[in-house]
């Protein structure tokens, strides 16, 4: 390490295994390693040495700042390292919404406990001003995307109907997940051969007294997908259409993997997420569930879709992905904003090894 260069401490929930810099390593495998290895690269060709929050003293005049992606109440007790940071050099990256992290939301003094705050939340970014704009990492990269690699697969060629998601359960009242079980189960009933679910969780129980009274098994349910968010762009390629519920679809700002996994694929989104959506996305280019009163009218308008029609779905789909609005969805914009808010490193040429955190 250059110690004449900038310094980033990170901590994203690391286990033991994790730290002394092992997170960066070649054979840590995972997403989150693969994302911190990202990272570091796209900080690299800025300029800065990233490093895991344990092998530096916090007090280095070199060590500009410590980013946490990720806190919660639990760490109050349990995280040996935020209280002898200099809280100058306390930085957090909010990824979560309020459904999966709902302390940093309901208890602001947990943020307050920051210098700087990284967030997606449009209303967190109203009230606080200091607060500065990051868009949600993405799954695919959607720039790697931006020429069609699935036009060989014509209308005839897809399948009806996807979903991907992981089974999930939350106590908040913020969580989609009811929702989208019920559109899997009415699906799954209405179109038993046309309709397909992939996703971790749906053959074991999800909550504590599903070990005791049992849990419901999907008929639609067709397994895992491999751990890449590529294996899931290349297996939704094959649909014509895909559900896609956002964990939280109440907070604005919130725009997930979730509808530009399905850009990538060229798969069209029936999207359920926040009303904020189009601002950012053009309308045109994915089918909004709040549209249909009921899974049933909005079966019928998928089934009954002629080629044309769904064309244009896909040519809107291409524009988006050619136009300079995608950017704002690419793990670039995302570590740049970092970047450009500490101010501290200078531009330079990208490594293009730079993937979703």
Known sequence: MDRSRPIIAVNYYFSPDELGNRIFSPDMPGQKAEGMRAFR??????????????????????????????????????????????????????????????????????????????????NLLKKNPSYTQINVPVGAEPLKYRKNPFGHLAFADKRFLVAVSRNRWSYMPQSTYPLRKRAYRHFERAFPQQFDLFGIGWNAPCIFYEHWFGYPRFASWRGEIDDSWDAKVRKIASYKFALCFENNASEPGYISEK???????????????????????????????????????????????????????????????????????????????????????????LTGKEKKL
């Open 41 to 122: 690269a796209y900080m690299d060709a800025r300029g800065a040495d990233v490093v895991t929050l344990d092998t530096v003293d916090f007090n280095d005049p070199n060590v500009k700042h410590v980013l946490y992606f990720e806190y919660n109440w639990r760490l109050l007790r349990a995280d040996p390292y935020l209280k002898r940071i200099p809280h100058e050099k306390r930085a957090l990256v909010l990824l979560e919404p309020a459904n999966i992290n709902p302390s940093l939301y309901i208890v602001p003094w947990l943020r307050d406990r920051f210098h700087t705050v990284f967030t997606w939340d449009l």
């Open 259 to 349: 509808i530009t996994d399905c850009f990538c694929a060229r798969c069209v989104p029936v999207y359920y997420g926040s009303k904020e959506t189009e601002r950012l996305i053009p309308r045109d280019a994915w089918i909004d569930l709040r549209d249909f009163r009921s899974f049933d009218e909005l079966g019928a308008f998928l089934n009954g879709m002629d080629e044309s029609r769904y064309n244009r779905y896909i040519n809107a789909i291409d524009t988006f992905m050619k136009s300079d609005r995608l950017s704002f969805f690419s793990t670039e914009h995302f570590f740049g904003a970092i970047a450009d808010r500490f101010g501290t490193f200078p531009q330079a040429a």
